[in-house]
């Protein structure tokens, strides 16, 4: 598969990508703009410990290809323990609300 787009590594994860998940229409991540349901970003974890949250609103394929602008997340988050700087993520899971 050919690649459309590449992030920065110093704005993104430092290993390898282990889940990646669409956020449900149902959760707002945006404060600013509705999402009028729709799926519009999707997470993304590491065993890095950072959670990655990309916007795919603006993305097209034709603007990524003229843009040499790196694609960036929309929130970038580190976990971690008090009693060790060592965590990791390896799944994503969003439950279904009632």
Not at 13 to 25: E, M
Request: aromatic content about 10%; overall charge neutral.
């Amino acid at each position: 598969m050919k690649s459309l787009a590449m992030s920065l590594i110093e704005k993104s994860h430092k290993s390898f990508v282990s889940d990646l998940a669409f956020v449900p229409g149902s959760v707002k991540v945006d404060k600013k703009n509705d999402n009028k349901g729709i799926s519009e970003h999707f997470v993304t974890v590491s065993e890095d410990g950072y959670v990655c949250i990309w916007d795919s609103r603006h993305v097209r394929k034709e603007m990524m290809q003229q843009n040499a602008k790196a694609w960036q997340p929309f929130l970038f988050l580190q976990i971690f323990h008090m009693d060790s700087p060592d965590v990791g993520l390896s799944r994503i899971l969003f439950e279904q609300g009632q």
